[in-house]
C-alpha cells in the first residue's frame, strides 16, 4: 500500500503529522514486554544474524534507521535477481531445486510487530487515561510498575498545549 495513498485516506493529505503521543520512546524493556518472540525468531541460525537481528529491533524501537530503509520494491527487485541468478545456476547444473527467499515476509511482518509495541502501548496510555477499559488492558502488562511511570509521563506530555498560531499572520 503506496503511504501516499495510505496517509490521504486517513486525512493527512499533504499537511505535515505530529503525534503528542509519538514524543515520548516508551522503555525497551517495556516494549520487549508485547509480542517478547519476536527477538528470538532467527535463534536457530548464527550467532552473527541473531545479533544482527536484535540490534535492527531495538534500533527499530528507538525509531532510528541505521540500517537504511529499504521499499518492498526494491526487497522483490533483489530477490528477484538473486532468484535469476540462482535458476541460472541451476539449469547450468542440471539442479532441480531453485533456493527462494522466505526472509522477506517474515523480517516484514516482525517489524510490523516491532513498531507495534510503540502503538500499543502510546494506545493503552490514552485508553485508560479516556477510562475506556477492555479485555485486552486487562493484561498484566498494564500493571507493572514500568507501565505506570510510562503511563505518568506520556500523560504529561500529551496534557502540554501546543501554542496557537494566529489565523491572520501575512504571508510574505
Given at each position: 500500500?503506496p ?11 499533504g ?8 514524543e515520548?520512546v ?15 525468531a ?7 544474524t541473531?545479533e544482527?537481528?536484535e ?11 541505521t540500517d ?16 535469476l541468478t540462482?535458476?541460472?545456476?541451476a539449469?547450468?547444473t ?6 527462494a ?6 523480517r516484514r ?16 496510555v490514552v485508553?485508560?487515561?479516556l477510562?475506556?477499559?477492555g479485555?485486552v488492558?486487562?493484561?498484566e502488562?498494564f ?21 496557537t498560531?494566529?489565523?491572520d499572520?501575512?504571508?510574505?
Open positions: 500500500l503511504v501516499t495513498f495510505a496517509r490521504g485516506i486517513a486525512g493527512y493529505r499537511v505535515p503529522v505530529h503525534i503528542k503521543r509519538n515520548l516508551p522503555p525497551i524493556g517495556l516494549q520487549k514486554q508485547i509480542f517478547p518472540f519476536v527477538e528470538s532467527y535463534k536457530s541460525q548464527s550467532k552473527e541473531q544482527r537481528w540490534r535492527e529491533c531495538e534500533d527499530d524501537m528507538n525509531e532510528l534507521d537504511g530503509f529499504v521499499s518492498l520494491e526494491e526487497e522483490v527487485r533483489i530477490f528477484k535477481e538473486r532468484w540462482n535458476r541460472t545456476r539449469i547450468e542440471d539442479a532441480d531445486v531453485v533456493a527467499d522466505p526472509d522477506i515476509a517474515k511482518f516482525l517489524k510490523l510487530l516491532v513498531r507495534l509495541r510503540r502503538v500499543i502501548l502510546q494506545d493503552a485508553y485508560f487515561h477510562g475506556l477499559i479485555p488492558l486487562n493484561n502488562l500493571t507493572c510498575e514500568g507501565f505506570k511511570s510510562f503511563q505518568h509521563n506520556l500523560i504529561e506530555v500529551i496534557a502540554v498545549s501546543e501554542p498560531i494566529p489565523a499572520i501575512p504571508q510574505n
